[in-house]
């Protein structure tokens, strides 16, 4: 009965209504994560609502990568960079953004950044800003172009998700084209560091900076070093196993 009446309903009706029930949820989703006083953190139950009301299955996979991401975004204390925005864009603006940490995510593709920072303004966090910025090449590695003149230049944290793992030098160019815009001892969470390419950036930031990494199970923690960068370090890598 169900085949039948997919078929007698026309495609385009179909995805329209799945279109307004995905809003629906992702509605709910928001209200219910809003609802919580400042400085509260969500429950396992309302992070994997707005993970399925986002609709990004590959990411609602990853439930370690998220609950890092919470937990460091309930005791920043200062700016927080995002490389790509998305689902946890609207965690950070929950859980530092409501509290006035500024917040400011890059996203390079066009209708993404469209979707996110429509969401985004909904919220009215104005700590939160989601600006679209292609990818420029660099030489040997591809990245943003950050709007430096508006950006702060003590970022705290830094939450890694981007760019896509198919850009030409993968996530690398975080370290030199942002490295004088983050604070000694800053903190970089870099999503798929299972990854080749994201090994591979791992690798290059601790020797060319001593960003010392922990492996997780698809994600890193990395720490910055306490000081001003030296020159030359050798990687080392630890297991959060």
Same mark, same amino acid.
């Given at each position: ?124 966090? &104005?700590?939160? !800003?989601?600006?679209? @910025? =292609? ?6 590695? +591809?990245? /943003?172009? $950050? ?28 370290? &030199?084209?942002? !490295?004088?815009?983050? @604070? =000694? ?6 999503? +798929?560091? /299972?990854? $080749? ?28 070093? &306490? ?15």
């Amino acid at each position: 009965m169900m085949a039948i009446a997919r078929r007698a309903i026309p495609a385009p009706l179909r995805r329209a209504a799945r279109a307004a029930l995905q809003e629906l949820r992702l509605r709910v989703a928001l209200r219910r994560l809003h609802r919580l006083p400042v400085g509260t953190a969500p429950s396992a139950g309302v992070v994997r609502a707005l993970q399925r009301a986002w609709g990004n299955e590959g990411f609602a996979a990853k439930d370690a990568y998220p609950a890092e991401v919470i937990r460091h975004a309930m005791r920043a204390q200062g700016p927080i960079l995002e490389c790509g925005s998305g689902l946890t864009t609207i965690l950070l603006t929950a859980l530092a953004g409501r509290r006035g940490i500024p917040v400011w995510s890059l996203e390079h593709m066009s209708e993404w950044h469209t979707r996110v920072a429509k969401i985004i303004d909904r919220l009215g966090v &104005p700590a939160v !800003r989601v600006v679209y @910025v =292609p990818l420029q090449p660099y030489g040997e590695y +591809d990245w /943003y172009a $950050p709007p430096f003149p508006v950006m702060p230049k003590d970022f705290r944290l830094v939450i890694c998700d981007g760019p896509p793992g198919s850009t030409h030098g993968g996530r690398y160019g975080l370290l &030199p084209i942002m !490295r004088d815009h983050l @604070v =000694p001892g800053a903190i970089v969470l870099l999503d +798929d560091a /299972y990854r $080749p390419a994201e090994r591979a950036a791992l690798d290059r930031w601790a020797s060319e900076a001593g960003w010392r990494a922990t492996l997780h199970e698809t994600f890193a923690v990395v720490t910055t070093p &306490p000081s001003p960068f030296p020159r030359r370090y050798t990687a080392v890598y630890h297991s959060s196993r």
